[in-house]
């Protein structure tokens, strides 16, 4: 929302809003002369206002969307806000359970160094693309299968409540679908419904309409049935359009010839980003950049917020210090992706992983996923679960205490404590010289690995 408010207000449109909490996002919001208010609702809209914008967060019954309707104010969501700018430019949309962000980074960063100059709003903060958002060109320079038209758009594609739907790409990408967001979908089939409904979006092949999908891991025969809009896989398989391989940290694409076109040094580790950043340079190169700029712009990737990111070091009374990771993680796969990546690559003497679960009821329907994704960690710590958009009924039905007994039932320690300053003070007690402390989670948690090295909270 932050990210549409500052895109909105760039291209000229005169953006106030209001927010529960202050936070980062707001302070830069409040830097650019936005009108924001925090705290309880006064239900009050500006005299003059002509469109309100609302997150899926907010309830119907909040009171400046009822004095919305009461006075006859057109309402959108934010996927719908989403939609009406793509549809006004060469949209791209960048959908699947993980990676979204990450992948809308890398190619918005290489379309930039392109000269490209993409409209881009993604859901974390990117210093190379100037945060979360951006204002690109009105039209697509240089002499790819693109130029000349209206300017690109990258936006996140997110499936929950089948926002997505309210999407119009030209140009798309599902990285990965699983099962997620259980308390709106009935199962798997039913996600793999919404992103074939979403894949439909795109148009015609004759109209520039593509579609780049994982050869694996995608569900690509069930979503791309009946397509008109062009279609290719991408993946590790040598049956793949575009082949991709991660060999001592060396990311390369081949084409169907089997001819390599693009090789860069992985700017970030695990497997899984090397594929987030395949997918970024195979569609930066359908909207008209070169290989050579893209393999050397991915190389220069310097990563986003809280996305394996490096806090620091936590010195010890010994002399030692402990690794301090930041993550968004809050997923079965994407923690047990990312323990993964850190074990192999930083190889720590011990492995702590602070995990914060989002949603009683993603906790509740994935549980016995999550119990299985932690055993790269040698310690697990978690606060209580992040209470957002459940109802307090679902709150009841699972609590963070039932995650530490599975865990602890496989073998692996794990302990509840909670709140904050109690798992920072619970850090402090058994940290040791070698040991690396991964934050990870979607809600407040981020404060802990702040905490620890002594940062004021932002």
């Given amino acids: 929302m932050s990210g549409l408010a500052m895109m909105m207000h760039g291209l000229g449109a005169r953006v106030s809003g209001s927010d529960a909490q202050k936070g980062p996002e707001i302070e830069a919001l409040l830097e650019a002369n936005l009108t924001v208010t925090t705290g309880e609702s006064t239900g009050l809209l500006p005299e003059d206002c002509d469109l309100t914008i609302h997150s899926a967060a907010v309830p119907p019954d909040h009171p400046e969307l009822l004095e ?16 009406r700018l793509q549809s006004e430019r060469t949209g791209i949309s960048i959908a699947g359970t993980h990676g979204k962000s990450t992948t809308s980074a890398l190619l918005a960063h290489t379309l930039i160094q392109a000269g490209l100059e993409p409209n881009v709003i993604v859901g974390a903060q990117c210093p190379q693309i100037g945060g979360g958002w951006r204002v690109g060109e009105h039209t697509i320079p240089g002499d790819g299968p693109l130029a000349g038209r209206d300017g690109l758009m990258i936006c996140e594609a997110c499936e929950f409540n089948r926002s997505f739907h309210h999407h119009r790409p030209v140009l798309a990408l599902i990285n990965n679908i699983e099962e997620d967001h259980l308390d709106v979908y009935g199962g798997l089939e039913e996600i793999v419904e919404a992103f074939h409904a979403f894949a439909q979006l795109i148009p015609d092949a004759d109209q520039g309409g593509y579609l780049l999908i994982a050869h694996e891991g995608a569900h690509r025969r069930d979503v791309t049935a009946g397509l008109t809009c062009r279609v290719e896989t991408f993946g590790f398989t040598p049956e793949s359009d575009w082949r991709v391989t991660l060999e001592d940290g060396r990311v390369t694409i081949h084409d169907r010839s089997g001819m390599m076109v693009a090789e860069w040094a992985s700017p970030m580790i695990g497997t899984h980003n090397a594929m987030n950043a395949a997918a970024a340079a195979i569609l930066a190169h359908r909207a008209g950049a070169d290989w050579a700029v893209i393999s050397k712009a991915i190389a220069s990737f310097s990563g986003l917020d809280r996305r394996m990111q490096l806090l620091g070091r936590r010195p010890l009374p010994d002399g030692g210090h402990m690794v301090v990771i930041d993550d968004y993680g809050h997923h079965p796969t994407e923690v047990e992706a990312t323990l993964r990546a850190l074990r192999t690559n930083h190889d720590p003497q011990r492995l702590i992983c602070v995990f914060q679960p989002h949603q009683h009821s993603r906790t509740r ?94």
């Fill in 365 to 458: 329907f994935l549980l016995d996923h999550f119990a299985t994704s932690f055993d790269h960690a040698d310690i697990v710590i978690v606060p209580q679960i992040y209470f957002v958009r459940d109802s307090e009924a679902e709150r009841q039905r699972v609590s963070a205490g039932d995650l530490v007994e599975r865990l602890r039932h496989r073998g692996t320690r794990a302990m509840h404590v909670h709140p904050f300053e109690a798992i920072v003070e619970q850090l402090e007690v058994i940290g040791r010289d070698g040991d690396l402390v991964v934050v990870m989670g979607a809600g407040p948690v981020w404060q802990i690995g702040h905490q620890l090295l002594g940062r004021e909270q932002a």
């Fill in 68 to 83: 919305a309707q009461r006075r006859g104010i057109e309402v959108l969501s934010y996927a719908e806000a989403l939609g």
